[in-house]
């Protein structure tokens, strides 16, 4: 037995049956937390907790890994003391520097190396992957997404199919949860595909939903896509660096994701997109630039006009690497591999779980949980429901108290306890101060259009 009281030492064993709502038990869960010391690789923003804030928006924007700093130092040395030498001749040179974090990113998402790559932004990357795989022929013209979803993708897709003459009337289908519940069930995913059948030609569904937090079944859509012949793709925004992912051995077609939740690399870090090997040769339709060419010809420039896709994921970049954006990337990928993502997930069920079991036994009348209970079908984030006083004005007291912690409207808090640096003394903490929280928000009076 621990100071604590329990009998767990390691967190494989921490289950709700052995949770304690003290905050000894918190503290011995840290003790016994192999990924402990990750905490101090990054810069936290300051607050009243040792100097530090209550962070919970890994789901949003990850924090600062300290290697940051000092490679974008390096690189803007290298600019300074080298300038266009820089892209053969330096410490990484830049040419190839794409490379660099190849296949750190094929281990995060469970690829190849070859079928990844860091480039654009993510919608652009959703475009992009969307001209490629979305190939409508005679009835077969129509493409599934979830709804509500992420509005850049519902934009995104609205506007693509619109560009290329189709009707999203006509030619969109959404699936939705069910009425009176909270999130979206694959198996209803995987009925929709069944029911449009040789009418679909592709879905594009979030590995993880922004809201919710709900975890998809991707294998199980690929495998429902793939037999009505339809392609499969993904927008990874919430899975990437926070729940397993096997895109090779799962099949999808193709995927994309952004790098400044869960992986840590930056406001508006370079985007990530996945091609699965089967399409590595692929002659499919794509928007080229002379990053896409193979390296062999791409400075033959002016004398090979015709482009010459490089095979795999690369053979969709259009721009020469942005390397001032993709050295916190490398950064930030050096961490994963250190921490290796079986261990962060193992963490993550904990203290999400934890957290769940915490807010149900402390708080259960005043806050409901519109995540999956079903740890398999969540990653870290829960979302948060308070029928008793107004979310914007929780929100409110909750910054005051110190913790950062994001709001959506109309009615919900998300929080995500990022296994690289939040603690379970963090989680503790969150719930105790929900109390006073409450308090507080029943005094504050809620202004129309406050976040
Ligand atoms: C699910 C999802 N899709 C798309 C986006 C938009 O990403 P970007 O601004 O990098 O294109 C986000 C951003 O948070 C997102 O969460």
């Known amino acids: 037995m621990s100071a604590a009281g329990t009998s767990i030492r390691t967190l494989e064993e921490a289950h709700t049956g052995a949770f304690e709502a003290t905050e000894s038990f918190a503290r011995h869960l840290d003790a016994i937390d192999p990924l402990r010391a990750f905490a101090d690789e990054f810069l936290h923003p300051k607050g009243p907790f040792n100097g530090r804030a209550l962070y919970f928006c890994g789901h949003s924007l990850g924090l600062q890994p300290r290697g940051v700093r000092t490679i974008l130092d390096e690189e803007l040395e290298e600019w300074a003391t080298r300038a266009v030498v820089g892209h053969r001749k330096a410490r990484r040179p830049w040419y190839d520097y794409h490379l660099r974090v190849r296949d750190g990113l094929a281990r995060v998402v469970g690829a190849q190396p070859e079928e990844v790559v860091a480039m654009n932004g993510l919608t652009t990357n959703l475009h992009l992957l969307m001209l490629s795989f979305h190939r409508p022929e005679g009835a077969r013209r129509r493409l599934l997404m979830e709804k509500p979803a992420f509005p850049s993708d519902t934009y995104a897709v609205k506007t693509h199919l619109r560009a290329r003459g189709f009707d999203p009337a006509e030619d969109l289908v959404e699936v939705s949860p069910r009425e009176g519940e909270e999130f979206l069930r694959t198996e209803d995913v995987v009925a929709a595909i069944?029911?449009?059948?040789?009418?679909?030609?592709?879905?594009?569904?979030?590995?993880?939903?922004?809201?919710?937090?709900?975890?998809?079944?991707?294998?199980?859509?690929?495998?429902?896509?793939?037999?009505?012949?339809?392609?499969?793709?993904?927008?990874?925004?919430?899975?990437?660096?926070?729940?397993?992912?096997?895109?090779h051995d799962w099949n999808a077609d193709w995927a994309a994701w952004c790098h400044y939740k869960y992986m840590n690399s930056g406001p508006g870090a370079v985007a990530g997109a996945f091609v699965h090997e089967r399409h590595a040769r692929s002659d499919l339709p794509r928007f080229a630039g002379w990053?896409?060419?193979?390296?062999?010809?791409?400075?033959?420039?002016?004398?090979?006009?015709?482009?010459?896709?490089?095979?795999?994921?690369?053979?969709?970049?259009l721009s020469n690497p942005p390397i001032l954006a993709l050295a916190p990337l490398l950064a930030s990928l050096e961490l994963f591999d250190r921490a290796g993502m079986d261990r962060l997930r193992l963490k993550?069920?904990?203290?999400?779980?934890?957290?769940?079991?915490?807010?149900?036994?402390?708080?259960?009348?005043?806050?409901?949980?519109?995540?999956?209970?079903?740890?398999?079908?969540?990653?870290?984030?829960?979302?948060?429901?308070?029928?008793?006083?107004?979310?914007?004005?929780?929100?409110?007291?909750?910054?005051?108290?110190?913790?950062?912690?994001?709001?959506?409207?109309?009615?919900?808090?998300?929080?995500?306890?990022?296994p690289f640096y939040n603690s379970f003394l963090d989680v503790w903490r969150f719930v105790d101060m929900l109390g006073p929280a409450f308090e507080g928000a029943h005094g504050i009076e809620v202004v129309g259009g406050f976040h």
Not at 198 to 204: E, F, K, N, P
Not at 352 to 381: C, F, K, S
Not at 401 to 406: K, S
């Open 194 to 247: 069944e029911r449009e059948g040789d009418r679909l030609c592709s879905t594009m569904l979030a590995g993880v939903d922004f809201l919710t937090g709900t975890r998809l079944d991707i294998p199980a859509v690929v495998e429902a896509a793939h037999r009505v012949g339809a392609t499969a793709g993904f927008d990874l925004a919430h899975a990437a660096g926070n729940v397993p992912l096997e895109l």
């Open 348 to 418: 993550s069920r904990v203290l999400t779980g934890w957290l769940e079991w915490l807010l149900r036994e402390v708080h259960g009348d005043e806050v409901q949980v519109a995540t999956p209970a079903d740890v398999e079908r969540r990653g870290a984030q829960l979302s948060l429901r308070f029928p008793k006083v107004d979310a914007r004005a929780v929100h409110t007291t909750l910054a005051a108290a110190g913790a950062i912690v994001d709001f959506r409207e109309p009615d919900v808090i998300r929080i995500a306890p990022a």
């Open 291 to 317: 990053w896409g060419n193979e390296p062999e010809t791409r400075f033959k420039m002016q004398l090979i006009p015709e482009f010459v896709p490089v095979a795999g994921a690369d053979g969709w970049q």
